[in-house]
């Protein structure tokens, strides 16, 4: 078996691989898919079979929104289960990888916009452990988070991510983790399990799949210009600031694709984004 001290000492000396990893923004949805073998959680599967495999992973999730930039520094992160009124199964979930505390260092010293804290008290949350847990369920590959800082706008943090361009080079995942069309005050609880869209979702998703098409992303940061439909798909933007993080480290060379393109429950969408 792999050790940690293994593991920490890829990073420095890694040399880049050509072609670059690819990079993931997974509608990551309900916390029951990081348990049940829905159509979405099979993509999962299926994607980490049709890439590289990471040397590790680095998740941008929107659960974890906090005051300035942390990323997850600790040998063993914790499964963190931070939601309520599911089955105990899903409590009982534990996606034990190790973290990697020197490329979390190394993360940090390369985002130069921002002054990155090492945190040591998070973990992974449903955001991640729900979605890397179908990819890698061995959990033998190093998992951080790097946190989304709330005081900052849409800008800042697309530009951020242009920073960690590098790891990609090193054969780092990156996967921003959250919903496209995500507005929980809206949802057709009466068609929770279908693939059901209210006509503004619908045509907030094509177009936010269009703009991403054209590499067009200004439109996509300045989102809150793309009129009242974009306003219903965003009410508040924790789980769509992880798509600029995946399209703020997109190479000029890369493909783009889209996966599990489903609306779920009238105002979510699980529309997901390969690039490269």
């Not at 993931?24 to 049709?50: C, V, Y």
């Not at 890698?136 to 706008?153: E, F, M, N």
């Not at 699980?270 to 690039?275: A, D, F, G, N």
Request: charged share 20%; net charge negative; hydrophobic share 40%.
């Amino acid at each position: 078996m792999t050790t940690l001290s293994a593991f920490n000492q890829f990073t420095r000396d890694l040399p880049e691989q050509d072609p670059l990893m690819p990079v993931l923004f997974i509608g990551h949805g309900s916390p029951m898919n990081g348990i049940q073998d829905t159509e979405f959680s099979r993509r999962w599967t299926k994607m980490a079979k049709e890439i590289p495999v990471p040397k590790a992973v680095l998740v941008v999730s929107a659960h974890w929104f906090t005051r300035g930039t942390k990323i997850t520094a600790m040998d063993f992160p914790k499964t963190i289960h931070d939601f309520g009124g599911f089955p105990q199964e899903l409590f009982d979930v534990q996606y034990p990888a190790p973290g990697h505390p020197v490329l979390a260092q190394e993360t940090a010293e390369l985002l130069h916009s921002a002054k990155v804290e090492l945190d040591h008290d998070w973990g992974l949350d449903h955001g991640t452990w729900t979605v890397v847990r179908h990819m890698y369920p061995q959990a033998d590959i190093p998992v951080l988070q790097l946190s989304i800082d709330y005081t900052k706008g849409p800008q800042y943090h697309y530009d951020l991510a242009k920073e960690l361009y590098s790891l990609r080079k090193k054969g780092v995942l990156i996967i921003g983790s959250g919903n496209m069309v995500h507005n929980l005050r809206m949802v057709a609880w009466n068609r929770l399990e279908e693939s059901y869209g209210y006509d503004w979702a619908l045509q907030m998703n094509d177009r936010f799949k269009q703009l991403i098409s054209e590499g067009h992303h200004d439109p996509l940061i300045r989102y809150e210009k793309l009129g009242r439909e974009a306003l219903l798909a965003i009410p508040t933007p924790e789980h769509y600031l992880p798509l600029l993080y995946t399209l703020g480290v997109k190479g000029a060379k890369d493909s783009v694709s889209f996966f599990n393109d489903k609306a779920m429950a009238g105002s979510l969408t699980m529309t997901s984004v390969r690039l490269g």
